[in-house]
């Protein structure tokens, strides 16, 4: 890797999200895929109804419950960027300045009460 131009600091973006198009691709997926699970499980009560009915009833509480879940998990919501810091992260080591009369210090103290000029 190469110096930039300007001699400032390069950035990697290996911690960056993925693109909406993919984030909405990937959650496509995902409820397809739940979808064939849950047609399975429909096909399987139908199947097994009159064979193994415990195994029937499994299947059919899957085939009925699955979508709900599906629906969850496909719209589980965009990752959070990994590694970023706070915008909001104060050093431990920095005292906080509030000014004159605050209780941070950072200015002179308050003047005591007495007459006033006018």
Known sequence: MGKSGGGGPVFRITGARSSLTEDVRGRQRRYVVSMLVRTLCVLLAVIFWDVQRYVAFVALAGGVLLPY???????????????????????????????????GGGGAAPAAPGPVDE
């Open 69 to 103: 879940f599906a629906v969850l998990i496909a719209n589980a919501g965009r990752e959070k960027a990994p590694g970023l810091p706070s915008t909001f992260a104060v050093p431990a080591e920095t005292p906080l300045m509030l000014g004159p009369g605050g209780t």
